[in-house]
């Protein structure tokens, strides 16, 4: 169940920053509540995942949904660079953060 909390706290994140760019600088109403939401959100169900799981792990998969989510949704309809580079350092985060939960024996 922590891993699911957590799941969710990351799919958050991404929600608090995708507001946080349509918010432009907090001049636009709806993005910035939705931004403030998703954010309270995110720490809510990060806060319930921590106190099971080891804050390392949880923390590295935690991040590590909100960058890729972020820098991915940035791709497909913030006209963001797709370049190989990119995608080969996504999968990086991908790959250190699974790391980090795989070598923590939870």
């Known amino acids: 169940m922590a891993w699911l909390l957590l799941l969710l706290a990351g799919f958050a994140e ?35 995942a921590l106190t099971v799981l080891p804050i390392g792990p949880a923390y590295a998969i935690w991040t590590g949904i909100g960058t890729v989510g972020s820098v991915l949704i940035g791709m497909a309809y913030f006209n963001e660079p797709k370049d190989s580079k990119r995608i080969f350092l996504i999968l990086c985060i991908i790959i250190g953060a699974v790391g980090v939960k795989i070598t923590s024996g939870q």
Not at 24 to 42: Q, R, Y
């Open 14 to 48: 991404i929600g608090s920053v995708v507001s946080l760019k349509r918010a432009e600088g907090f001049k636009k109403f709806l993005p910035t509540v939705a931004c403030l939401v998703f954010g309270i959100f995110s720490f809510y169900f990060a806060s319930l």
